[in-house]
Nanobody
Framework: QVQLVESGGGLVQAGGSLRLSCAAS????????MGWFRQAPGKEREFVAT????????FYADSVKGRFTISRDNAKNAVYLQMNRLKPEDTAVYYC???????????????????WGQGTQVTVSS
């Protein structure tokens, strides 16, 4: 059974930082793009960042560019999201995601994923 398990969410003041982690199990994703999405209350889930299988290509939503950094460790079957200079509008449930196609850049993943985690809450207070 494939599982993506997020951790690292919590409550932080505006301007602060958090680092989200996602550990995958049940299969390896070393040849697949991975990423992060988020869903704020009353809003649809939206793309945040994706990273290619080789970690050489990344995509970010305009709203997080320059503040968030996605990375991965294929040896650990994990993906991370470093979030700096957090804003109240970053408050959301953050979901780890992964694609099924091999050796992709992650561009297709920005439109949706094959695998999803259960989510971790990030709350930024003003």
């Amino acid at each position: 059974q494939v599982q993506l398990v997020e951790s690292g969410g919590g409550l932080v003041q505006a301007g602060g930082s958090l680092r989200l982690s996602c550990a995958a199990s049940g299969r390896t994703f070393s040849r697949n793009a991975m990423g992060w999405f988020r869903q704020a209350p009353g809003k649809e889930r939206e793309f945040v960042a994706t990273i290619s299988w080789s970690a050489s290509i990344t995509f970010y939503a305009d709203s997080v560019k320059g503040r968030f950094t996605i990375s991965r460790d294929n040896a650990k079957n994990a993906v991370y999201l470093q979030m700096n200079r957090l804003k109240p509008e970053d408050t959301a449930v953050y979901y780890c995601a992964a694609g099924d196609a091999d050796f992709t850049t992650g561009r297709d993943l920005t439109r949706g994923a094959n695998y999803w985690g259960q989510g971790t809450q990030v709350t930024v207070s003003s």
